[in-house]
């Protein structure tokens, strides 16, 4: 036993580690009654202390950006229901100072029930924030460079049919100056 207890010390310092060493908040929630474990990193992100607000399910409610809630919550129900037993999705969640973090949260059920109802997950989450908003800033670039070169090519084309068109009125032109009858 004292050997059992050796390596559990050990294994827990090298997850503390690698946690650390890959800035990753991690959480561990009792889905029967909402209670929940948050990491250190998981607050520091979010710019609270730790244990600043509760560490619950409610709190994660709280946090996530509205537009991104219906994503995670049907990613929350089709683990609920069993269609799946681990995650990986992108959402935002609400700061400290009111400001939105990108945030890649991974997780898995650890344990259910006998009716394959969920009793415990765990998972990381991930800040990724300025990853998201240089994406974003490439994603608009390149969209103003296409439509630029939409442009570009619509003036080139009508430059060349104006250019035709000069020349068909200096024919004409020409035509109308050579005419003896005019």
Request: aromatic residues 10%; glycine residues 4%.
């Amino acid at each position: 036993m004292k050997d059992d207890n050796k390596d559990f010390g050990v294994n827990a310092e090298r997850l503390k580690i690698v946690l650390e060493a890959a800035n990753e908040g991690f959480y561990d929630w009792n889905m029967e009654t909402g209670e929940a474990y948050f990491s250190p990193r998981y607050y520091t992100m979010l710019g609270y202390k730790p244990n600043e607000v509760p560490a619950s399910y409610e709190t994660w409610l709280t946090l996530i950006h509205p537009e991104d809630k219906e994503y995670a919550l049907n990613t929350v129900k089709e683990l609920s229901d069993g269609k799946r037993d681990n995650y990986e999705i992108e959402y935002r969640l609400k700061t400290k100072s009111d400001e939105w973090r990108w945030i890649i949260s991974r997780g898995k059920v650890i344990k259910r029930d006998d009716k394959g109802n969920p009793l415990r997950m765990v998972g990381t989450h991930v800040d990724f924030t300025e990853r998201k908003l240089a994406e974003d800033e490439i994603k608009t670039r390149v969209e103003d460079l296409e439509e630029f070169y939409k442009m570009s090519i619509g003036r080139e084309t009508k430059m060349i049919e104006l250019k035709k068109e000069i020349m068909k009125l200096k024919a004409k032109l020409s035509a109308y100056e050579n005419d003896p009858d005019n």
